[in-house]
């Protein structure tokens, strides 16, 4: 069965910091996908990227950027000069090629952005 | 896209009721999941449709529970007899039929047992 680990339950920053969303995955398939949601306090997951297994190059949108290791089994998530609205829950999440493609989430990390 | 769209948001019931929650996914999506989200967790998966078909189901899904797609439109979810440990956070999904098509949620609907 896979597993995502998220072990940073709630990170605190200010304003224009930079931070790092830690995600570990678990899975002994080959082909797999990895996803990133965003979940603000009104409760809706927004998704905001998808990542393949066989497709290690790293990508950068705005201020958000995604770092693929498969040596580590990490998909990890920066924030480029935070903002207050980025806070929310991040979600790191697996899904396999086989099967019917059920979301297999971490437990989140509660980003706090203050002033 | 215009969304997926859940109701009622909130539904605050006694113990015991039943109670049914609708999905309405973006409209071109054959894929349609049932999550659950309590608090301080991420959502976990309860069921899977393949057009009116429904094909997976978790073994968090109780006989209490039952999913329906008809037509292969907008899913309902039924509790029945709920109990305490019902109270969450039910979310939809719906998704294109591909593995790696992401899946997009509705706002969820907020279940209170009292």
């Known amino acids: 069965a896979q597993k995502v680990t998220q072990a940073q339950t709630e990170i605190s920053v200010v304003e224009k910091e930079d931070v790092t969303l830690d995600c570990v995955y678990e899975?002994?398939?080959?082909?797999?996908?990895l996803f990133w949601y965003k979940q603000p306090p009104s409760g809706e997951l927004v998704f905001l990227i998808r990542r393949n297994s066989f497709d290690e190059q790293n990508e950068i949108s705005g201020r958000y950027s995604w770092n693929f290791q498969k040596s580590t089994s990490s998909f990890n998530f920066t924030i480029t000069a935070s903002q207050v609205v980025d806070s929310a829950v991040y979600f790191c999440?697996?899904?396999?090629?086989?099967?019917?493609?059920?979301?297999?989430f971490g437990k989140g990390t509660m980003l706090l952005v203050s002033p | 896209d215009t969304g997926v769209s859940q109701d009622p948001r909130h539904k605050i019931t006694k113990r015991g009721q039943n109670v049914t929650f609708r999905c309405d996914p973006i409209s071109e999506h054959n894929r349609l999941y049932w999550y659950r989200q309590t608090l301080g967790q991420g959502p976990e998966f309860l069921t899977y449709f393949q057009n009116e078909a429904q094909l997976e189901k978790s073994r968090l899904l109780s006989d209490r529970f039952s999913a329906e797609r008809p037509k292969g439109s907008f899913s309902t979810l039924e509790i029945q007899r709920t109990e305490q440990g019902d109270s969450a956070m039910y979310l939809c999904a719906s998704s294109r039929d591909r593995a790696d098509q992401p899946q997009h949620f509705g706002d969820g609907t907020r279940l209170s047992i009292l």
């Open positions: 899975t002994r398939d080959t082909t797999y996908y």
């Open positions: 999440a697996l899904t396999l090629n086989s099967g019917y493609s059920t979301l297999t």
